[in-house]
DNA sequence: TCAAATTAGGACCGACTGGTCCTATGACAG
DNA sequence: CTGTCATAGGACCAGTCGGTCCTAATTTGA
């Protein structure tokens, strides 16, 4: 893959996130990209719908190596891992410091509605989110308690984290992210059976 | 105020929680409303950006009237409450057949970064909000651990039921919500002294 | 009755939208 | 040497954007 077409998807990236996929011109990310016209932008995508499509994997992409990546790791307890998941989201936030929220949870609430394109690849985005949980669970599931619904607990821990994020956004106060990542924390506790002791870097506060 | 005006409201709220705020045009709300034309708008509203906070206002009191006003009910327990206007939350989103966002989670995904004047009327919206349950948790203070932090545990709702409703949105399935409130109730409960009893129309499942 | 507010409707504005087309370089691989 | 691809850059397109201005008919309240 040429240089510059990842150097025009992530000056689109940034500016997506910055101001969301309507409001981003392509004039906008010819410019972020540092290309001489249109015609060059053209060159490397069809259209500016294909090029927030490709903008959306990477993302996801890149939230899968540095993030979803700690659900797998194998030398970790599961459970610790998801305590360690929900802090690797609390630090990806901090990047951005508290500004700048989830790039799914932002197109989501933007285009879900009006574009069936972006709706079903964002939906796609949430299951192999969910997928990667729920797999954690299932491996967990000696721990926790027999009614426990990994579908639904993992639809749960996405919920919380994305409103989370955008709330945080909102007030500008990254210390809501890190209460909701506190409790959320605490609701999968519950669903652990008694007597398993579980430890984490950063839990219950 | 003149029926006209209530009339330009509703039908930019239709659209705005339809399409966004930046996709929707003068143009669209005068459709909508069924105005001669453009004038006849600024007759009545100096900017799109005005009408945009008075749609943001008037949704929130809509939404104080049918939901939050659940919490304020002097004849029920507290906690009862709660359970209930989640029921509500869940009942609200069904009408539209789990399409169609938070209006304020919507505005907030697409404008909290972008537009300042927004961002704070959309802060202000989550603050009324959160206060309402701090006060129903601090009644309910009673039945609850000493440590529970009402500050917290009210963000922790809201952006759980937000989170919920935009992955509702998003799978175009109300049974995320539907499972995701009945998890919150749950962990709602997780706060209540042990003894205490508490009934909800629907807990639990 | 007289004035103010409301309705109606059209012309117009500059800026911007996504997108096409055309020409003319340089670089590099066969 | 030749053709393909990347770079460069400008002209142009039809349509839309938020917003202004102007004229005139109709309704309403004092």
Same sequence: chains 1, 2.
Avoid: C
């Avoid at 540095?66 to 901090?94: C, H, K, T, W, Y």
């Amino acid at each position: 893959m040429s240089d510059r077409r990842t150097q025009i998807l992530d000056a689109a990236a940034t500016l997506i996130s910055e101001r969301g996929f309507t409001s981003t011109s392509v004039d906008d990310v010819i410019k972020g990209a540092k290309l001489s016209g249109k015609s060059h932008f053209y060159h490397y995508f069809k259209s500016k719908e294909e090029l927030g499509y490709e903008v959306l994997n990477r993302q996801f992409e890149r939230f899968a190596e540095r993030g979803l990546a700690i659900l797998r790791e194998p030398m970790i307890d599961p459970l610790e891992r998801l305590n360690l998941f929900i802090d690797a989201v609390v630090a990806l936030q901090s990047e951005s410091g508290g500004r700048r929220g989830s790039p799914f949870g932002n197109l989501a609430a933007e285009l879900a509605d009006a574009h069936e394109g972006f709706r079903v690849r964002i939906e796609a985005v949430f299951e192999r989110w969910a997928s990667q949980i729920r797999s954690l669970l299932w491996e967990a599931r000696p721990q926790l308690h027999d009614d426990v619904d990994a579908v639904r607990l993992s639809r749960f821990i996405i919920a919380a984290l994305e409103g989370a994020v955008l709330m945080t956004r909102v007030k500008r106060d990254l210390s809501v992210l890190e209460g909701i990542a506190a409790d959320l924390k605490r609701f999968i506790t519950m669903h652990v059976r008694d007597g398993v002791v579980m430890q984490s870097s950063r839990n219950l506060e």
